[in-house]
């Protein structure tokens, strides 16, 4: 199998890679069960999801262009994201990750090369811990994400329904380290009145 090569460029998505993007996503929305979205998107439909990434925080959209491609053609080999968690305060120094690779970019360290531009791109940000939820079976993918130290915390079963059949999805969790953490937890019996 070609591995990616190392000159490939991870940089962050914009708007000029909505379709690219866009296309990549519904290949996973038609053809697996990877995503619990059913039906295809427009680039528009998805423009605030890209939005909602910017270059710079705790929410990110990195992609992976083809070194042999320029950007007028904007090849892309994939992208990772980090999203919030849940939208609660308290959980924002929590994030979703997510790495998706353009077909014929997977098993090549496509995903490797996102995740560690991703989880370094992360490294100065106030985020405690990654989550990530992996449709299940998907053995590549827990391969990935063990790699990347995360840790099988629970599976969900028979969550989502696709295909005509239910799925299970199993969440891993990584540590990360804030700059900002507070250095102990409080104590919950000083909230008692």
Same mark, same amino acid.
């Given at each position: 199998?070609? =591995?990616?090569?190392?000159?490939?460029?991870?940089?962050?998505?914009? /708007?000029?890679?909505?379709?690219?993007?866009?296309?990549?996503?519904?290949?996973?929305?038609?053809?697996?069960?990877?995503?619990?979205?059913?039906?295809?998107?427009?680039?528009? /439909?998805?423009?605030?999801?890209? =939005?909602?990434?910017?270059?710079? &925080?705790?929410? =990110?959209?990195?992609?992976? %262009?083809?070194?042999?491609? &320029?950007?007028?053609?904007?090849?892309?080999?994939?992208?990772?994201?980090?999203? $919030?968690?849940?939208?609660?305060?308290?959980? &924002?120094? !929590?994030?979703?990750?997510?790495?998706?690779?353009?077909?014929?970019?997977?098993?090549?360290?496509?995903?490797?090369?996102?995740?560690?531009?991703?989880?370094?791109?992360?490294? &100065? /940000?106030?985020?405690? =811990?990654?989550?990530?939820?992996?449709? %299940? $079976?998907? /053995?590549?993918?827990?391969?990935?994400?063990?790699?990347?130290?995360?840790?099988?915390?629970?599976?969900?079963?028979?969550?989502?329904?696709?295909?005509?059949?239910?799925?299970?999805? !199993?969440?891993?969790?990584?540590?990360?380290?804030?700059?900002?953490?507070?250095?102990?937890?409080?104590? $919950?019996?000083?909230?008692?009145?």
């Amino acid at each position: 199998m070609v =591995r990616i090569p190392a000159e490939a460029l991870v940089r962050p998505g914009t /708007e000029a890679d909505l379709a690219a993007l866009t296309d990549i996503y519904n290949h996973y929305v038609r053809e697996t069960a990877l995503t619990f979205d059913t039906a295809a998107f427009t680039p528009e /439909e998805r423009l605030p999801w890209l =939005r909602s990434h910017p270059e710079d &925080g705790p929410h =990110r959209l990195l992609v992976a %262009q083809d070194p042999r491609t &320029g950007d007028n053609t904007r090849r892309l080999l994939g992208y990772a994201t980090s999203s $919030p968690y849940r939208p609660k305060a308290a959980y &924002g120094t !929590s994030v979703e990750v997510s790495v998706y690779c353009a077909p014929g970019a997977t098993g090549r360290g496509t995903g490797s090369l996102l995740y560690g531009a991703l989880f370094d791109a992360l490294g &100065g /940000e106030d985020v405690h =811990r990654a989550y990530a939820a992996i449709a %299940q $079976p998907n /053995e590549a993918s827990a391969r990935l994400h063990g790699a990347f130290g995360f840790r099988h915390i629970g599976t969900y079963t028979e969550v989502g329904r696709k295909f005509g059949r239910y799925w299970d999805v !199993s969440w891993y969790e990584k540590p990360l380290l804030s700059r900002t953490a507070p250095s102990a937890s409080p104590d $919950p019996s000083r909230n008692r009145r």
